[in-house]
């Protein structure tokens, strides 16, 4: 059996509680031809960046954090299936669980599994919560937390983790050491400008 490729890592988040339930590590990959309008991540369209990441290598990262599980967003996971397939299965056989973002709907996700896709197939069997569909910046959704815009919908493809949330919405912001911020979580612009707004101007 050949290696799974590598996978093109954008970004890894080793601890979050705004990117599904529990705390979880996330994982953003670089890449993503479904290109929604008003995207929170729209750097991530584009296949050049990212950081090339062996399935197995990821997988450990992911497992050394010892978060409740893992978060795979982007870009677009289901266009690099076959390498995260591997790296959530091996999330899933140490007994945490997988959350998946994706701008594909389900449906269109299981007719591309039984047309041959395998890749697609075992991504799908190695997650346990789906977060599904294009985002659409005409529908927002200000209710439900994780997802983006009302088609978008919360699928359980197991028992492991509840299809409907019990906890409200957040946006994660993060400060390092050398002052860079972080957000996690999705905001729209009225949000971010809120955010923003008491933060005093970076002088040159």
Request: aromatic share 4%.
């Amino acid at each position: 059996m050949s290696e799974p490729p590598p996978v093109r890592v954008a970004r890894f988040v080793e601890r979050t509680t705004a990117e599904g339930p529990g705390e979880r590590t996330a994982v953003w990959v670089q890449g993503c031809t479904i290109r929604c309008p008003g995207c929170f991540n729209p750097h991530l369209f584009t296949t050049r960046g990212g950081t090339p990441a062996p399935p197995a290598e990821l997988a450990a990262r992911v497992l050394a954090a010892g978060t409740d599980g893992l978060t795979l967003l982007g870009g677009e996971p289901f266009e690099q299936a076959a390498g995260l397939a591997a790296v959530a299965a091996a999330v899933r056989d140490a007994g945490r669980t997988v959350m998946t973002f994706t701008g594909y709907d389900h449906e269109d996700l299981l007719h591309l599994a039984g047309q041959g896709r395998d890749d697609v197939a075992a991504l799908l069997a190695a997650t346990d919560l789906l977060a599904a569909g294009p985002f659409r910046r005409d529908l927002l959704d200000h209710d439900r937390p994780w997802v983006g815009s009302t088609n978008q919908r919360l699928v359980a493809l197991t028992d492991r983790i509840e299809a409907v949330p019990t906890v409200r919405d957040r946006l994660e912001v993060t400060v390092d050491a050398s002052g860079a911020v972080a957000l996690n979580g999705w905001a729209g612009t009225d949000a971010l400008d809120a955010l923003l707004a008491g933060l005093p101007a970076k002088r040159g």
